[in-house]
């Protein structure tokens, strides 16, 4: 079983329209990440979270804790919002160093204009 | 300078030839992280240096070898690799030791094993 789990994992929107990805994860985390990744592309880092939310431009992140969920929502989304959006999460630092992140499938997003 | 510098971004080699990925960030962090990337699959971990130091290696085959010359600066060096080692392959870094560090990713260096 995959510890991080996206859906959907692909979605098709039309220029304009609201988009939420929903990611759940069933270990205990440091902090959940939403990434980004264009075709061909490298990652971009959209948000770091640990309780709350966050907001940048038309991008929202939600996570509850408890629930181990969390949600990256996309305003008036555009064209050039199409990318793969991937929710990966940081494990408690047991050890007191890095581990790297661990990541979902990701969700393959298109929106057409 | 808040970026993670890769290259070459494009790579082709023959099995037989050994080549070099290089890794560049000057942002102070001190953890750096090699991923690789299939088409169309999430990132797999390779290695982990902390403090310049290899902490963590999942199982690479040892035609990846890793080095951290400096706090600032990753390598990884390819010997005999084989065509399934085509992939996208990704550096990273963080902070250690905050209980939420950000990563930065580089672009990735595009390899293709012919």
């Known amino acids: 079983k995959n510890e991080v789990e996206q859906s959907p994992q692909n979605l098709t929107a039309q220029e304009g329209e609201f988009i939420t990805i929903n990611c759940s994860y069933s270990?205990?985390?440091?902090?959940l990440h939403w990434l980004q990744q264009h075709p061909g592309g490298g990652i971009v880092s959209l948000f770091m979270?640990?309780?709350?939310?966050k907001k940048h431009g038309r991008l929202i992140a939600t996570i509850n804790i408890q629930e181990k969920h969390s949600s990256l929502h996309i305003t008036a989304s555009h064209p050039r919002d199409s990318a793969v959006y991937i929710c990966?999460?940081?494990?408690?630092?047991w050890g007191g160093g890095a581990d790297g992140l661990t990541f979902g499938k990701g969700t393959h997003l298109i929106i057409q204009p | 300078d808040t970026e993670v510098t890769q290259t070459p971004k494009h790579l082709v080699m023959g099995m037989t030839n050994k080549k070099s990925l290089k890794c560049e960030q000057h942002?102070?962090?001190?953890?750096m992280y090699w991923y690789k990337q299939k088409a169309k699959k999430p990132p797999e971990l390779m290695f982990v240096?902390?403090?310049?130091?290899?902490?963590i290696n999942e199982s690479v085959p040892s035609r990846f070898s890793p080095e951290c010359p400096n706090s600032s600066l990753l390598n990884l060096h390819l010997h005999a690799l084989q065509p399934e080692d085509s992939a996208l392959y990704l550096c990273?870094?963080?902070?250690?030791?905050?209980?939420?560090?950000?990563?930065?990713f580089g672009s990735g260096t595009r390899l293709t094993v012919v």
């Open positions: 942002m102070g962090h001190r953890a």
């Open positions: 990273a870094s963080s902070q250690i030791y905050l209980a939420n560090y950000g990563y930065t």
């Open positions: 979270l640990s309780s709350g939310k």
């Open positions: 240096y902390s403090y310049e130091k290899l902490s």
């Open positions: 270990v205990g985390i440091s902090a």
């Open positions: 990966a999460v940081t494990l408690p630092p």
